[in-house]
């Protein structure tokens, strides 16, 4: 079986605090290089597409470009989802990557935390510029209207400047209409509700056809407590028998 992508946490740190991110109650950490190997040893035959991303700011990793270049070894593409508050600082690893497919810009970030939204912007947008310059990678900006485009004024600002910058006039009235929409070749907005995250408390964890999960692997896929995968599928289907083995054997290792 292939999934269309596995998502690994390899830090559960952040810069900032969003109120629509969960909180944590484990320690504080970043996976180690020799960690992260195993786990791509354990997931590299059944995806080719791994996304740094459940919780925590993946560009916040003191050893990325290690981790990145241990994808591209195991020939393991990269989706990055990120803040966008240090992407500029992680440009010169970003455009040296050749493991990189796409990258995930939140820019509802900038709501709720106590940013300079014009200098927060202007970051993304320059760093976007020179990675869509020089590489192949995917830009997907990401914008949560909650209800209704218009009462998100934050938003609604974020839209003006996007549509200033792409030369997209009508970019509010489009974006009231559709949740996808292209900018440019290989740039997108991708709008959405505000993401709930599943919760071992709930009982109902997600919707059908959307998140499939392994129990044991959301709660503590290793005894190190920070590196959670989701599995994703196109079809309802359950993670077969001899995966779920295949991920207790690698625990009891460590």
Same mark, same amino acid.
């Given at each position: 079986?292939?999934?269309?992508?596995?998502?690994?946490?390899?830090?559960?740190?952040?810069?900032?605090?969003?109120?629509?991110?969960?909180?944590?109650?484990?320690?504080?950490?970043?996976?180690?290089?020799?960690?992260?190997?195993?786990?791509?040893?354990?997931?590299?035959?059944?995806?080719?597409?791994?996304?740094? %991303?459940?919780?925590?700011?993946?560009?916040? %990793?003191?050893?990325?470009?290690?981790?990145?270049?241990?994808?591209?070894?195991?020939?393991?593409?990269?989706?990055?989802?990120?803040?966008?508050?240090?992407?500029?600082?992680?440009?010169?690893?970003?455009?040296?990557?050749?493991?990189?497919?796409?990258?995930?810009?939140?820019?509802?970030?900038?709501?709720?935390?106590?940013?300079?939204?014009?200098?927060?912007?202007?970051?993304?947008?320059?760093?976007?510029?020179?990675?869509?310059? %020089?590489?192949?990678?995917?830009?997907?900006?990401?914008?949560?209207?909650?209800?209704?485009?218009?009462?998100?004024? +934050?938003?609604?600002?974020?839209?003006?400047?996007?549509?200033?910058?792409?030369?997209?006039?009508?970019?509010?009235?489009?974006?009231?209409?559709?949740?996808?929409?292209?900018?440019?070749?290989?740039?997108?907005?991708?709008?959405?509700?505000?993401?709930?995250?599943?919760?071992?408390?709930?009982? +109902?964890?997600?919707? +059908?056809?959307?998140?499939?999960? +392994?129990?044991?692997?959301?709660?503590?896929?290793?005894?190190?407590?920070?590196?959670?995968?989701?599995?994703?599928?196109?079809?309802?289907?359950?993670?077969?028998? %001899?995966?779920?083995?295949?991920?207790?054997?690698?625990?009891?290792?460590?």
């Amino acid at each position: 079986m292939k999934f269309a992508k596995v998502y690994i946490e390899i830090t559960n740190s952040c810069n900032l605090n969003c109120t629509f991110c969960s909180k944590t109650n484990r320690e504080s950490r970043f996976i180690s290089l020799s960690e992260f190997e195993h786990i791509l040893r354990e997931v590299k035959d059944f995806t080719s597409l791994i996304a740094l %991303h459940v919780k925590g700011e993946p560009f916040l %990793h003191p050893d990325l470009k290690g981790i990145l270049n241990l994808c591209e070894e195991y020939r393991l593409k990269v989706n990055i989802t990120t803040n966008g508050t240090l992407l500029l600082k992680n440009l010169e690893t970003v455009l040296n990557s050749k493991a990189i497919r796409q990258i995930n810009i939140s820019l509802h970030s900038a709501e709720q935390n106590l940013l300079d939204k014009e200098e927060y912007l202007r970051g993304v947008l320059n760093s976007v510029d020179e990675i869509h310059r %020089h590489t192949e990678i995917i830009i997907s900006y990401r914008l949560w209207n909650l209800r209704d485009i218009k009462e998100n004024a +934050v938003n609604l600002e974020i839209l003006e400047k996007l549509g200033k910058k792409y030369n997209r006039p009508q970019i509010v009235v489009e974006a009231s209409r559709k949740d996808f929409l292209e900018l440019d070749k290989k740039i997108f907005i991708n709008q959405d509700i505000e993401f709930e995250w599943p919760s071992l408390d709930k009982a +109902v964890i997600s919707e +059908v056809r959307k998140v499939l999960w +392994v129990k044991k692997s959301y709660c503590n896929i290793s005894k190190w407590r920070y590196s959670t995968m989701l599995l994703r599928c196109k079809r309802r289907c359950y993670v077969r028998k %001899h995966f779920r083995k295949k991920v207790k054997r690698s625990i009891r290792k460590y």
